[in-house]
């Protein structure tokens, strides 16, 4: 991300099965000693779903719609292996409901959009 971006996100834990795994987060939290190795073995990840600034332009008091347009621009000169990912974002509300026992990210981290 560019120097002074402001993001609003959450770190999560995916498990094994694709699910969020906040037991998994915890334990990176209180790992003392352990934490370099829980890292290699049980990455994380920053998913961000707002723009609060970048670039000096305070995105606050902008639409959403807007904010997500300058959001999904910011990723783009991250590296390949980067842990920082973009929450998916939904406008039906139908189609989330039936894709949430189908696809682990879309049920658990969803940003609304409504127009």
Same mark, same amino acid.
């Given at each position: 991300? !560019?120097?002074?971006?402001?993001?609003?996100?959450?770190?999560?834990?995916?498990?094994?099965?694709?699910?969020?795994?906040? &037991?998994?987060?915890?334990?990176?939290?209180? &790992?003392?000693?352990?934490? &370099?190795?829980?890292?290699?073995?049980? !990455?994380?990840?920053?998913?961000?779903?707002?723009?609060?600034?970048?670039?000096?332009?305070?995105?606050?008091?902008?639409?959403?719609?807007?904010?997500?347009?300058?959001?999904?621009?910011?990723?783009?000169?991250?590296?390949?292996?980067?842990?920082?990912?973009?929450?998916?974002?939904?406008?039906?509300?139908?189609?989330?409901?039936?894709?949430?026992?189908?696809?682990?990210?879309?049920?658990?981290?969803?940003?609304?959009?409504?127009?």
């Amino acid at each position: 991300m !560019p120097p002074g971006t402001v993001v609003d996100g959450e770190i999560v834990r995916w498990g094994r099965d694709g699910w969020l795994d906040f &037991a998994a987060l915890q334990r990176r939290h209180v &790992a003392g000693h352990r934490r &370099a190795a829980l890292a290699a073995s049980e !990455p994380c990840h920053y998913v961000v779903w707002d723009v609060l600034e970048t670039a000096g332009v305070d995105y606050r008091p902008a639409p959403l719609w807007l904010r997500r347009e300058v959001l999904e621009q910011l990723p783009a000169g991250l590296p390949g292996t980067s842990r920082v990912v973009l929450c998916p974002q939904m406008r039906d509300v139908g189609f989330s409901k039936r894709s949430c026992s189908i696809d682990p990210v879309t049920c658990g981290l969803t940003s609304w959009t409504c127009s």
